[in-house]
């Protein structure tokens, strides 16, 4: 009785940690959530898959910040949203195409402002979100090239024979 008592009362404190995550994230304070989200996710491996699922779509929403978050936390919001398995499901498509909307329009100005290099973290970033569209990974090859970063380009362009992209459409 004592182990299932203590097991009901950790699992409140996630879903408590959480629901206090998801308040910050409402009222814009990325940086509180991300600091809980640091703290849940120690307890990650204690966590059912619904509990998980919402961690994960929390700590993506947060690193996004709306639009707002540095390269590295917008990376760590794709793999979170790539670890939602079945709840959340739905907001976390929504919130990929936000991500895909603007990461686009981001990406295309930078592109044609001959900022190639930031372009290509951008066309990568696409092509991750959506990695049924390799088209994204050659723009970021292509960019890379531009940015006469040959070390990136040459990645992608392996990844893209590994792939067996022939850049004609079927």
Do not use: C, W
């Amino acid at each position: 009785i004592a182990l299932a008592l203590g097991f009901s009362m950790f699992s409140f404190a996630q879903k408590k940690e959480l629901k206090t995550a998801e308040k910050a994230i409402k009222s814009k304070n990325f940086s509180e959530a991300k600091t809980i989200l640091n703290q849940v996710e120690t307890m990650l491996s204690s966590m059912d898959s619904k509990t998980k699922d919402k961690f994960y779509y929390l700590k993506g929403r947060a690193f996004y910040a709306g639009g707002t978050g540095s390269d590295t936390d917008i990376d760590v919001a794709i793999d979170s949203f790539d670890e939602v398995e079945s709840a959340y499901r739905t907001e976390v498509e929504d919130l990929k195409q936000n991500m895909i909307n603007s990461i686009l329009t981001q990406s295309n100005s930078l592109y044609q402002a001959s900022n190639f290099i930031e372009a290509e973290r951008g066309f990568e970033k696409l092509y991750r979100l959506i990695p049924s569209d390799t088209t994204y990974l050659y723009y970021a090859a292509a960019s890379s090239v531009n940015g006469k970063d040959y070390d990136t380009a040459l990645t992608h362009y392996l990844k893209l024979n590994e792939l067996g992209y022939t850049g004609i459409k079927k």
